[in-house]
């Protein structure tokens, strides 16, 4: 990595997002004429990665495709976001993680979510990659992996002393309908960026709302994160840590698409922590809902994704 611009590390799953347009979408044993078909790279670790390049910091993404012809099309496209992918790993006999969204005439939606080489991801493959965690400055890593590669992630952090940001989304072992328990490492995250629902999951607490998210932030400090980010969609986000809880008000948009939010915000986040060593974590906190809140602008992800200079803009003319 060149030593003079910001180091980051992102750790997270890649998808190949297909997206057929239908008249209606198909019931079962039903055959229906497609209208347009798009396709594109997203996931939290194309998504996250390269918008911390685009907040100029230096960037290499941890991940994992398939053997198949969207592999070359995602490093092409991570190289356009100049995000590094030598450590986008190759599961040969797999496919690249896909996810399938038939949309109708109307705009409803129906999904099919493949994880593919996301659940070959392994700890031999964070092991090859424990220089570049030990040289950067923040490892931003999203949870909807392997449990057991994100936990050697944060232990290689820990020893090399670098920060680790945590989305803590349910590991691919664990189902929807299962309690969600995560292990101990989770919790000696520096900043821990769970969404309401995930938080209160995690926290096993039976209501989720604004009123209630200091509360489950301090539930998650007492456990052992340092911080606590807790978004809040369109309320913004709830900062937790020693020093107390405060509310981040989200930012007056034109919403457009909500499709990268979650991503937009941690990838602007983990560029902040990178670049501020003495960090603000409530001015960390609002630089990032203000990177969520123009990606919401825009249609699609990677290329809605906003730029350091029209974040700085929108933060500066609500000041």
């Known amino acids: 990595m060149d030593t003079s611009v910001p180091k980051v590390v992102v750790i997270g799953g890649t998808y190949i997002d297909i997206a057929v347009r239908c008249t209606e979408i198909p019931s079962a044993g039903e055959s229906v004429v ?7 790279v997203s996931g ?20 994992k495709v398939g053997g198949d012809p969207f ?6 496209n991570l190289a356009e976001f100049d995000v590094n992918s030598d450590f986008v790993f190759l599961a040969e006999p797999r496919n690249t993680g896909t996810t399938i969204t038939l949309v109708n005439s109307i705009g409803d939606n129906a999904s099919c979510m493949i994880c ?15 220089n570049i965690i030990s040289e950067a400055d923040i490892c931003l890593i999203h949870g909807r992996l392997p449990q057991a590669s994100i936990i050697k992630a944060i ?9 680790v940001i945590l989305n803590p989304a349910r590991p691919l072992e664990q189902s929807g309908s299962e309690p969600c328990e995560l292990p101990a490492e989770y919790f000696g995250a520096d900043i821990l960026i769970p969404n309401l629902y995930e938080a209160a999951d ?3 607490r039976s209501s989720a709302n604004i009123n209630t998210a200091k509360l489950i932030g301090s539930d998650l400090i007492a456990r052992g994160v340092g911080c606590a980010i807790i978004t809040i969609g369109r309320r913004g986000c709830m900062v937790v840590d020693r020093n107390g809880a405060d509310h981040i008000p989200a930012f007056d948009i034109e919403l457009v698409d909500q499709t990268c939010t979650g991503d937009s915000f941690a990838g602007a986040l983990a560029a902040y922590c990178a ?8 001015e960390a906190a609002r630089f990032a809902c203000a990177a969520g809140a ?26």
């Open 34 to 40: 497609g209208t347009a078909l798009s396709y594109s």
């Open 44 to 63: 939290p670790g194309p998504n996250q990665a390269a918008q911390a390049a685009l907040c100029r910091c230096d960037v290499h993404l941890v991940s």
């Open 71 to 76: 592999n070359p099309f995602v490093k092409e």
């Open 116 to 130: 593919g080489a996301n659940n070959a991801l392994n700890i031999a493959d964070i092991e090859s990659a424990e």
């Open 155 to 163: 232990r290689l952090a820990e020893i090399h002393g670098t920060k």
């Open 202 to 204: 995690i926290t096993e």
């Open 275 to 282: 670049v501020k060593k003495n960090i603000d974590i409530r």
């Open 294 to 319: 123009l990606v919401c602008t825009k249609f699609g992800s990677l290329e809605a994704l906003p730029t350091k200079a029209e974040i700085i803009e929108l933060l500066q003319k609500n000041d």
